[in-house]
């Protein structure tokens, strides 16, 4: 059974920092390319960041790529988002999504879709 | 302001068929983007209904279909049932941003 699970997520203050995790089971982690995205509270969802499979490229949204960092480690199995400099307006569950592709380059990955999704871990940014 | 326009709901009655709808620009549904479709329950993370416009993954009723045309796209849901009561999301890709872009979401209410 294909799963992923988000974990690192909690109550930070504007200006710090946080880790995000995400544990995949049931496939082969290292061959696909993996997406975070978020939804903040009652609002939609909004894509953040990709990660090639290999971990060679990423690609983030233009108003987050300052402050987040994706990454991976394909010998532990587990897909990161560092969050630098917090802010009010991060608050949202992140979700960690796999793309459907089979070792497919990022480029081409523009024309593919999210699944499965995790179920979400919540960050608060509060002071 | 999401990149890609959803009315914020429909309802329909059970046993009846509703469309949802999800337009786009050039850059992206209207781009020769595909168009992919998410149901959500509340709390839980989306859930893949509908893949490269078209396309049902296994596990997901012949019920849910879905269809693109020039900058927009819709999904079709016929015989509705009370379970299918919840949020959907359409998602592209934007040339233009480099990016993926999902709707605002449409709540289905099932009357």
């Known amino acids: 059974q294909v799963q992923l699970v988000e974990s690192g997520g909690g109550v930070g203050q504007p200006g710090s920092s946080l880790r995000l995790s995400c544990a995949p089971s049931?496939?082969?982690?290292?061959?696909?390319?993996m997406h975070w995205v978020r939804q903040a509270p009652g609002k939609g969802l909004e894509w953040v960041a990709v990660i090639s499979y290999d971990g060679s490229n990423e690609h983030y949204a233009d108003s987050l790529k300052d402050r987040f960092t994706i990454s991976r480690d394909n010998s532990k199995k587990t897909l990161f988002l560092q969050m630098d400099r917090l802010r009010l307006e991060d608050t949202a569950v992140y979700y960690c999504a796999r793309d459907p592709g089979h070792r497919v380059p990022l480029p081409a990955t523009a024309y593919n879709w999210f699944d499965p999704w995790g179920q979400g871990t919540l960050v608060t940014v509060s002071s | 302001q999401s990149v890609l326009t959803q009315l914020p709901s429909v309802s329909g009655a059970p046993g009846q068929r509703v469309t949802i709808s999800c337009t786009g620009t050039?850059?992206?549904?209207?781009?020769?983007?595909?168009v992919h479709w998410y149901q959500q329950f509340p709390g839980t993370g989306p859930r893949l209904v509908i893949f490269?416009?078209?396309n049902r993954p296994s596990g997901v009723p012949d019920r849910f279909s879905g269809s693109k045309s020039g900058t927009s796209a819709s999904l079709a849901i016929t015989g509705l049932q009370a379970e299918d009561e919840a949020d959907y999301y359409c998602q592209s890709y934007d040339s233009s941003l480099s990016a993926w872009v999902f709707g605002g979401g449409t709540e289905l209410v099932v009357l």
């Open positions: 490269g416009n078209n």
């Open positions: 049931g496939f082969s982690f290292e061959n696909y390319a």
């Open positions: 050039r850059s992206n549904i209207g781009g020769g983007y595909d």
